[in-house]
């Protein structure tokens, strides 16, 4: 009788969170957004359609109690993504590197990327209106399948090229940084806004 196992699993956590609200966090990052000049100015020149904190403020943990909720939930969360994982990190743990807001206007898309320098990235999603786009993620292997065939439309999850996940508002996603994700085309009415993040080992 054949014997079939699957191998180098690629792990994805998702945690629907109560605290800290998502609507609180919706409110500070819609005023950190107002206030900040440089972030908008960013997101207009690289041509994202709304507002990113990426390369303009490295403090909302300090700038808005929300945000320091968030981290002290987030910590958590990772730990136990890290365990299930079997990272041995000696005596050493993942420590918040970065954070910042993604204010997605209708119409705006992420192309895929990874995070790099980073072991765990993930988004806690604050707003999400009917129609927002969903995160889609990449099998890791796409670019060494050569002349593989394409799977069915049925085939199981964990054998997919492309895997889509809906969050809804208070959800949070965890993946290691390596996993190729993008978010496509915005077709709400309204804005999808996030909050992104990465854990270093140090």
Not at 2 to 17: D, H, V, Y
Not at 117 to 127: I, L, M, R, W
Not at 165 to 174: H, N, Q
């Amino acid at each position: 009788m054949a014997a079939i196992q699957t191998f180098f699993a690629t792990t994805i956590f998702r945690q629907e969170l109560v605290a800290p609200a998502a609507g609180a966090i919706t409110e500070a990052a819609r005023a950190i957004a107002a206030a900040d000049k440089a972030g908008r100015a960013w997101s207009k020149a690289h041509g994202y359609k709304g507002y990113t904190s990426y390369a303009s403020l490295n403090d909302l943990v300090d700038r808005a109690p929300e945000f320091g909720a968030l981290r002290r939930a987030l910590d958590g969360h990772v730990a136990t993504f890290a365990n299930h994982v079997g990272f041995d990190l000696g005596r050493r743990r993942l420590k918040l590197d970065s954070l910042w807001i993604n204010i997605l206007k209708p119409g705006g898309v992420h192309t895929g990327h990874i995070h790099p320098h980073s072991v765990v990235s993930g988004t806690y999603y604050a707003e999400i209106p009917m129609g927002a786009s969903a995160i889609r993620f990449e099998d890791p292997r796409l670019g060494l399948m050569m002349a593989a065939p394409p799977r069915r439309s049925d085939a199981p999850l964990d054998q997919r090229t492309f895997v889509s996940m809906t969050p809804e508002a208070g959800t949070l996603l965890l993946w290691e940084s390596w996993l190729r994700h993008e978010v496509p085309l915005n077709e709400a009415s309204r804005d999808r806004i996030s909050i992104s993040f990465n854990y270093r080992w140090g």
